[in-house]
């Protein structure tokens, strides 16, 4: 099956600092989704992207279907960026399974 | 406001007691799909429903079952639930299978 590879693993940002998450996939898919999983463990949708770029506030993210990688982009980073991130795929023709990253886990210091 | 709601949210039990997490979406969505998170694992897909009476198996459905007889409910069963199965479910709908996907507030369960 399709394999989805986040990196790094794990990030220790100083508050107002940039970084770069990244998501491989194995194959093609049809869409591809970031969720931000808080401290308490609220999972909330970033962005939907299956290809190009697009930005909310201090967070963007580009995808590169052809190549199979998906890039977030934080800004500026506040402790409140602080949880794990998860990028998501859905699989080419069957669009009810959703296969998820392992995830990085982001610690914003103030 | 637009949601999905899980209940329990958390909950104790032992071996082999039938068990069910009920979730429901007031946003009129056709998907709905069932996950659960453990360490080092990340989220894996359990079941997931196309629309009314379409369920289909996600990558871990061994030990549970599903049914969606109307479109915002989408329970969980866990017929004999093992420890095993010790995880945090969450819920989650989308107004069509791809489309963006939103969770609900997660369910803690431990099976003794």
Redesign the interface.
Same mark, same amino acid.
């Given at each position: 099956?399709i394999q989805v590879e986040q990196s790094p693993p794990d990030l220790i940002l100083q508050e107002g600092a940039n970084s770069t998450l990244r998501c491989n996939f194995s194959d093609s898919v +049809? +869409?591809l #989704?970031w969720?931000h999983q808080n401290p308490w463990? #609220? $999972?909330? +949708?970033l962005f939907?992207i299956p290809s190009g770029t697009k930005q909310n506030g201090r967070l963007s993210a580009t995808t590169v279907a052809t190549e199979r990688y998906s890039l977030l982009y934080i800004s500026s980073s506040q402790t409140t960026d602080s949880g794990v991130y998860?990028c998501?795929v859905?699989v080419k023709g069957n669009?009810?399974? $959703?296969?998820?990253? #392992?995830?990085t886990t982001l610690q914003v210091k103030p | 406001e637009a949601q999905v709601t899980q209940n329990p949210r958390y909950l104790i039990t032992v071996t082999g007691k039938k068990l069910t997490v009920t979730c429901s979406q007031n946003m009129n969505h056709e998907y709905m799909s069932w996950y659960r998170q453990d360490p080092g694992l990340g989220l894996r897909q359990i079941y997931y429903s196309m629309n009314v009476e379409v369920t289909d198996k996600g990558d871990v459905p061994e030990g549970y079952k599903v049914s969606r007889k109307e479109k915002r409910n989408f329970p969980l069963i866990l017929e004999s639930p093992s420890p095993n199965q010790t995880s945090l479910y969450f819920c989650a709908s989308s107004l069509a299978g791809g489309e963006t996907q939103y969770f609900g507030p997660g369910t803690r369960l431990l099976v003794l």
């Open positions: 099956g +049809n +869409n #989704q969720f463990g #609220q $999972l909330i +949708n939907y998860f998501a859905r669009t009810g399974k $959703l296969i998820f990253g #392992q995830g | -």
